[in-house]
C-alpha cells in the first residue's frame, strides 16, 4: 500500500510559478511510475505529467508542454510539478498518482493503482 500527500497548491496570479510535491509513505517510489492529473471545476479529471520510475521517461499533455516540469527524487520518496508560466486555464485540483510498474510512464488514469487527495491550484487573471 502506497500512501500520497500533495501539497504546494495556492493562490498565484498569471504568469507566476509553483512547485507541487507529492510524498509517498509504505512503499519506496522507486518501483512506481508516478502521474500527475488535474481537475477543473465543472470537468473531467485530466493527464497532466507523467515519468518512469528512474524519471528519465516522461511525457506531458500538450497543454503545458514548455511550461510544466515533473521530476523525482526517489531517496526522498518524492515526486514533483514544477509549473511555470501559469495561467487561468490551469485552476485545478492537481491530484499525484502512482502505478506499482515503474518501467514506462502512463497517461491513462485508470492505470494507476494509487491517488493523492489532491492540492488546490488557483490562477488569477
Known amino acids: 500500500q502506497v500512501q500520497l500527500v500533495e501539497s504546494g497548491g495556492g493562490l498565484v496570479q498569471a504568469g507566476d510559478s509553483l512547485r507541487l510535491s507529492c510524498a509517498a509513505s509504505?512503499?519506496?517510489?522507486?518501483?512506481?511510475?508516478m502521474g500527475w492529473f488535474r481537475q477543473a471545476p465543472g470537468k473531467e479529471r485530466e493527464f497532466v505529467a507523467a515519468n518512469s520510475w528512474s524519471g528519465i521517461r516522461t511525457t506531458y499533455a500538450d497543454s503545458v508542454k514548455g511550461r510544466f516540469t515533473i521530476s523525482r527524487d526517489n531517496a526522498k520518496n518524492t515526486v514533483y510539478l514544477r509549473m511555470n508560466s501559469l495561467k487561468p486555464e490551469d485552476t485545478a485540483i492537481y491530484y499525484c498518482a502512482a502505478r506499482n510498474d515503474g518501467s514506462g510512464y502512463y497517461t491513462t488514469q485508470s492505470f494507476y493503482d494509487y491517488w493523492g487527495q489532491g492540492t488546490q491550484v488557483t490562477v488569477s487573471s
Open positions: 509504505g512503499r519506496t517510489l522507486s518501483n512506481y511510475a
